[in-house]
C-alpha cells in the first residue's frame, strides 16, 4: 500500500471523528455483531462533547472536506428523496452547486497562466467573486469585449493526489470484495472502479467538456426540448472552459416554476423524453444529470425547454446495447417476461442452462407489481433491490458498460419525483421506444446500414489483401531454410559422417553409429 494512500485513509478517518459520523451509522437499525464492532473504536472509549449542527450538515460538510469522489456520492444522494430522511437530502442539495469555493487569486492566476494574458485583455468585464463553486471547479460570470455574456469554469487546484488517494481505496476495497464473495465477482467491481476512474479524470479536462457540449449541442440545434450553450474554443483549454451564459430557473426551484405557470407534467415528459432520445437516437448522453446542471427556460413556460450544462461525464452505447436494452424496455413494458428472461440468456448476461421457467417467474415476482402505478408510488432504489436479490439467485451478471446509463437512470427517477410526482414513466417511454424500433426495421434505415457496409468494402478488402500477404510471407520464411541454422545442420551433417564412417552393422554394439546419424538426421532436417 502506497503511503499516500494510507494518509488518504488516516485523513478519512479523522474527518470521520470531526463530525461525528460514527454516531450516525450506529443509531441505525444494525446486526448485533456489527454494533459489537463499536467497543473496538479507541475514540469512542473518550467522551466527545455534540456537535451543534444538524445530522444533515454534518454529512455535507464531512463529504465537503472528503472531495471530489465523495461530494459526487453526495450529489446523487441528494436526488433520492425516497430513500434519504428530508432533513439529509435538503443539505446534501447544497454539495450540487455551494461548495466551498477556492481563493480568488488562485482562480485568476490559473485562468492567465491558461490563456496566455491577464484577465482585464481577454475580457471587457470579469467577476472575481464566483458565480456558482462545485466539486471539480468553480465558475465566474465575465463579458468578452465584443458584447457577449460568458461564463469561466477552471478546475479546483490540486485534485488529482486526492483522487489518485481515494481510487487507491476503492481499488483495494473492489479487489478484497471479489476475491471474498462470489456475489462481489459478479457484480464486476474493479471493472466498475476502471470505469469510474476513467470517468472522473475526463471530468478534470474541460477541453473533453467543452467537446461534449459542442456534440450535444449539435445534437438538440433547434429543438424544443433541450438547449446546451455556445462554447467559445478560442478561450479553452485544458483548465479553463468559456461558454455561453444562459439565465433559467434551477430545475429545483418548483415555486418559480408555478409562479410562471410552467406545465409541470409537460416538463416531466419532456425529460423523460430527452432520456430516451439522448441514448436511443444519439447513443451520446448527459451522464452528470443531477439539478444542480439542469435548468429550465423562461421564454416559453407553456412548452418549457429544458437547459443543460456541465458535460463533463456522457456515455454511449453500441448498437447491441441499444437493441437489447429496448427490447428489453419494450417486453416490460408489454408485460412478456418470459422475452425477457429469454434475452438475458441469449445475451449472455445469465448462464445459458438458466431454466427459462424459472427466470420468468422470478421475474414477474419483481415486476408486475410496479406497473400501472404513478412514479410517486414506484421506487427504483427497491425496484434495483429486488432485481439484485433475483440476479443473486441466477447469477446474473452487472455489466460494466451500464453502469453511467444506471446512475443517470437514477437521476432521471429523482427529478421526475420533484417536478411531477404523478408522472406515469412507462406510457411516456413506450410510444418513443415502439417508434424507435420501427425506426430500426424501416427500409430508409436499413438502406442507410446497405451504404455505411457498402462504403466499408474497399477498406474491408484492403485488410483482407494486407492479411493475405502476411500470410504468404510467413509460409515462404518457414519454407526458407533459416540462415541462422547453417552450425547445427553442419554438425548435423559431420554427425552422419561419422556414424556411416564408424560402421552401421545391425549389431547392438553399433548403437553409438546409430545413435550419432540419428541426432544428425534430426539437426539437418528441423525446421
Not at 327 to 336: G, S, T, V, Y
Not at 358 to 382: H, M, N, W, Y
Request: proline fraction near 6%; include cysteine; charged fraction near 25%.
Amino acid at each position: 500500500m502506497k503511503l499516500l494512500a494510507v494518509r488518504r485513509l488516516l485523513r478519512i478517518q479523522r474527518v470521520v471523528i470531526r463530525y461525528q459520523l460514527d454516531e450516525m451509522l450506529f443509531e441505525l437499525p444494525l446486526p448485533f455483531w456489527l454494533r459489537a464492532l463499536s467497543c473496538l473504536l479507541p475514540w469512542r472509549w473518550l467522551p466527545r462533547k455534540p456537535l451543534d449542527l444538524s445530522r444533515g450538515a454534518r454529512l455535507r460538510l464531512a463529504l465537503e472536506d472528503l472531495g471530489p469522489i465523495f461530494i459526487k456520492f453526495g450529489q446523487l444522494l441528494s436526488t433520492r428523496r425516497d430513500l434519504m430522511p428530508p432533513d439529509i437530502a435538503d443539505e446534501l442539495a447544497r454539495l450540487q452547486d455551494q461548495v466551498p469555493p477556492f481563493p480568488e487569486a488562485q482562480s485568476i492566476a490559473l485562468i492567465e497562466r491558461q490563456l496566455g494574458a491577464p484577465v482585464s485583455e481577454l475580457f471587457a468585464r470579469f467577476d472575481s467573486q464566483p458565480l456558482a463553486s462545485a466539486s471539480v471547479a468553480q465558475v465566474h460570470a465575465a463579458q468578452l469585449k465584443t458584447g457577449e455574456e460568458v461564463v469561466v469554469k477552471v478546475v479546483r487546484p490540486g485534485l488529482k493526489p486526492v483522487i489518485r488517494q481515494d481510487l487507491a481505496w476503492l481499488f483495494l476495497i473492489a479487489r478484497i470484495a471479489e476475491k471474498a464473495s462470489a456475489d462481489a465477482r459478479r457484480l464486476h467491481p474493479v471493472e466498475v472502479v476502471s470505469d469510474y476512474e476513467k470517468t472522473i479524470y475526463d471530468e478534470l479536462d474541460l477541453l473533453r467538456e467543452a467537446a461534449n457540449a459542442s456534440q450535444l449541442r449539435r445534437n438538440f440545434d433547434g429543438s424544443p426540448l433541450l438547449y446546451v450553450p455556445q462554447v467559445y474554443w478560442d478561450l479553452c483549454r485544458h483548465q479553463v472552459l468559456v461558454m455561453e451564459r444562459i439565465y433559467g430557473i434551477p430545475v429545483t426551484d418548483l415555486a418559480t416554476l408555478a409562479d410562471q405557470r410552467t406545465d409541470m407534467k409537460l416538463l416531466a415528459e419532456r425529460g423523460v423524453e430527452i432520456f430516451f432520445t439522448q441514448v436511443f437516437r444519439d447513443s451520446f448522453f448527459h451522464a452528470d444529470m443531477h439539478p444542480g446542471n439542469i435548468f429550465v427556460s423562461t421564454r416559453t413556460p407553456w412548452s418549457p425547454q429544458y437547459i443543460a450544462i456541465d458535460c463533463g461525464i456522457v456515455g454511449s452505447l453500441t448498437d447491441e446495447d441499444q437493441d437489447y436494452l429496448a427490447r428489453n424496455l419494450l417486453a416490460f413494458f408489454k408485460r412478456d417476461y418470459r422475452k425477457v428472461a429469454q434475452l438475458h440468456i441469449d445475451s449472455g448476461w445469465v448462464p445459458a442452462e438458466t431454466k427459462v421457467n424459472e427466470f420468468e417467474a422470478a421475474i414477474r415476482t419483481v415486476c408486475e407489481p410496479i406497473f400501472e402505478r404513478p412514479l410517486k408510488d414506484i421506487s427504483f432504489g427497491q425496484l434495483l433491490l429486488r432485481l439484485f436479490q433475483t440476479a443473486r439467485r441466477f447469477n446474473m451478471e452487472v455489466q460494466p458498460q451500464l453502469v453511467l446509463l444506471q446512475k443517470t437512470l437514477l437521476n432521471i427517477e429523482g427529478l421526475g419525483r420533484q417536478l411531477y410526482p404523478d408522472l406515469d414513466l412507462w406510457s411516456t417511454a413506450q410510444p418513443f421506444l415502439e417508434r424507435w424500433m420501427r425506426e430500426r426495421i424501416s427500409p430508409l434505415h436499413l438502406l442507410r446500414n446497405l451504404q455505411q457496409q457498402a462504403e466499408q468494402v474497399p477498406h474491408l478488402s484492403q485488410i483482407a489483401r494486407d492479411t493475405l500477404e502476411r500470410l504468404q510471407q510467413s509460409q515462404r520464411e518457414e519454407q526458407r531454410p533459416s540462415r541462422d541454422h547453417w552450425p547445427l545442420r553442419l554438425l548435423g551433417a559431420a554427425l552422419i559422417g561419422a556414424g556411416t564412417i564408424q560402421g552401421l552393422a545391425p549389431l547392438l554394439a553399433a548403437w553409438p553409429a546409430w545413435l550419432m546419424v540419428g541426432g544428425g538426421l534430426y539437426l539437418v532436417l528441423r525446421r
